[in-house]
């Protein structure tokens, strides 16, 4: 029997180690008003080796792509990115005004309080990737994401 539960023990750490390599916190997408056709997700990453996030999809929108923001002089630029690293330790955000989530040519609107099916992949230094598939909340149009005020902007 001992050797049964360790065994069991000892195959639930692999996997789980395997498997748990990023973790995800605080994910939320923004709420749109009818006839929206796009939106932004939002969340934490962290990541126990180097990784890099490679690719995202989403039921609710024909297209999902990962976007980064920045300032160009006094101009807020928006472009796609093919991934987004995830350096060993280290938590990236995906939040407003920086790297983000794209939502785009949605197939209804997203009402605050329901919760939308998300998709991210992320490749290792070894190129396996793992795919971690989340229950996202919507959240109101108002919403700043947690721990944040309206009146306060990410530098």
Same mark, same amino acid.
């Given at each position: 029997m001992k050797k049964h539960?360790?065994? &069991?023990?000892a195959s639930f750490? !692999?996997? @789980?180690?395997? &498997?748990?390599?990023?973790?995800?916190?605080?994910?939320w997408?923004?709420? @749109?008003?009818?006839?929206? *056709?796009?939106?932004?997700?939002?969340m934490h990453l962290q990541s126990a080796k180097d990784a890099r996030l490679v690719g995202v999809? @989403?039921? !609710?929108? $024909?297209?999902?792509?990962?976007?980064?923001?920045?300032?160009?002089?006094? *101009?807020?630029?928006?472009?796609?990115?093919? *991934?987004?690293?995830?350096?060993? $330790?280290?938590?990236?955000n995906l939040a407003s005004g920086g790297y983000h989530i794209m939502l785009m040519d949605l197939k209804r609107q997203l009402k605050a309080d329901e919760v939308?099916? &998300?998709?991210?992949?992320?490749? $290792?230094?070894?190129?396996? *990737?793992?795919?971690?598939?989340l229950d996202v909340p919507v959240k109101p149009l108002t919403f700043t994401g947690p721990g944040k005020t309206p009146a306060m902007h990410q530098h």
């Open positions: 539960l360790f065994a &069991l023990a750490a !692999v996997a @789980t180690s395997a &498997l748990a390599q990023v973790s995800v916190t605080a994910p997408v923004r709420a @749109t008003v009818p006839q929206q *056709r796009s939106t932004g997700a939002f999809s @989403t039921p !609710v929108a $024909g297209m999902a792509q990962l976007h980064k923001m920045e300032m160009s002089g006094d *101009r807020m630029k928006m472009e796609q990115v093919e *991934r987004i690293e995830l350096p060993a $330790g280290k938590g990236v939308v099916p &998300l998709t991210i992949v992320v490749e $290792g230094k070894d190129k396996k *990737r793992e795919t971690i598939t």
